[in-house]
Structure formats: C-alpha cells, structure tokens
Antibody, heavy 119, light 109 residues
C-alpha cells in the first residue's frame, strides 16, 4: 500500500514561495496510472483542491491558484512537490498530498502538514 | 469559478438512513464527472469512501453507497453507526481539475 509523507517549512513569510515535498513509500512514483495531488484545508474550513500531476508530467491546476502554483515530480527521490508563490495569510492551511490508482481516484492521503504564512 | 454545494449539516438517528448530495453550479453532474466521496473526522486526514460515482474502496463499509440522484452525486448511509459522525466531502472533476464541495457535518443523535 502506498504511503505518503509531507515535508517542508511550517512558517513562510508573506510574498515568499511556499515549498512542500511529498515522499512516496510502498510504491514507485513512476509506476504509471497514478495521479499525484495536493489539497489544502484552512483551520476550521473545508477542503480545497490545488492541483495534480501525472507521472508523464501533465498537470491540472485549480483555476483560482493556477498563476501561482507549480506541481512537479522528482523520480530520483520518489517525491513530488508543490510550489506556491506570492503567499499571503490566506494561504495558511494544512496541506495534504494524496494519490490514487486511477485518473479520478484519490485513495491515499498523507497526514498533512500545517503551513503558516506570517512575518 | 465552479461551485459545488453540499448540505451544511444533517442529523440522523443511530440505525437510520441519510442521504448527502452535491449540487454543481454548472448544472447536472453525470458519471463523466467521476464524483468521489470522503469522510473526515476531527484531527484526521480525509479518508476515501467512494470513487467514480458508486465504486467502493476495499475498506469502505457496506452501509455506504454512492449514486446520482436528479443530476447530483449522492452518498447514502444505511444503518448509521455512531462512528459515522464526521464531516463528509464530495469531489467532482471538471475537465481534469477537481472541485470539492463545502462539506456536510453529519451528526448521529
């Protein structure tokens, strides 16, 4: 079974770039047929879909975040990453990485990591 | 900006049946939007329950079922258990990009 673990700074300054990694264990990130996703959740609020990448490199992003988001895969490290630029306090949230064994499935989730945007 | 709307809260008695739905601002949802359902309990990551409208994961209890009702994705819980008290989210795909519903807080009383 695939397991996911998010990592990265828990505190980011306003206007800077938020960078998170998700390490995949129990499977290869380049095995095919998997999409690798990022989702976030502000405290006390609902889930927000950020985007996803296929191991071929094709990506889909939330239109409201598209201008600031980049999702990429590093097959050598069995990781995928999220970069969110020009952050503000509104980007403070728990960030989850997730994946599924099919184009429209999100079977497995990481435990989530809290990122706070503050000076 | 596409919006997916869920019932903010529902209450059900133990052993009862309840149906949660998602309404899309773009109109009727079909199976081609591949709706998913997730359960989230406080302090935990979401857990996948249903994918592609009605397919269950290996860990999904039999009392959970997914369907389309009147053009809306629906999640039905039959024989509700106290441990089903949680927040439930639908996820609908529009041309490859996903949109979550706002969530339904299900109370078992």
């Amino acid at each position: 079974q695939v397991q996911l673990q998010e990592s990265g700074p828990g505190l980011v300054k306003p206007s800077q770039t938020l960078s998170l990694n998700c390490t995949v264990s129990g499977g290869s990130i380049s095995s095919g047929s998997y999409y690798w996703s990022w989702i976030r959740q502000p405290a006390g609020k609902g889930l927000e879909w950020i985007g996803r990448i296929y191991d071929s490199g094709s990506t889909y992003y939330n239109p409201s975040l598209k201008s600031r988001v980049t999702i990429s895969v590093d097959t050598s490290k069995n990781q995928f990453s999220l970069k969110l630029s020009s952050v503000t306090a509104a980007d403070t949230a728990v960030y989850y990485c997730a994946t599924g064994s099919g184009s429209y499935r999100t079977d497995y989730w990481g435990q989530g990591t809290l990122v706070t945007v503050s000076s | 900006q596409t919006v997916v709307t869920q019932e903010p809260s529902l209450t059900v008695s133990p052993g009862g049946t309840v149906t949660l739905t998602c309404a899309s601002s773009t109109g009727a949802v079909t199976s081609g939007y591949y709706p998913n359902w997730f359960q989230q309990k406080p302090g935990q990551a979401p857990r996948a329950l249903i994918y592609s409208t009605s397919n269950k994961h290996s860990w999904t209890p039999a009392r959970f079922s997914g369907s389309l009702l009147g053009g809306k994705p629906a999640l039905t819980l039959s024989g509700v258990q106290p441990e089903d008290e949680a927040e439930y989210y639908c996820l609908v795909y529009y041309g490859g990009a996903g949109v979550f519903g706002g969530g339904t807080k299900l109370t078992v009383l």
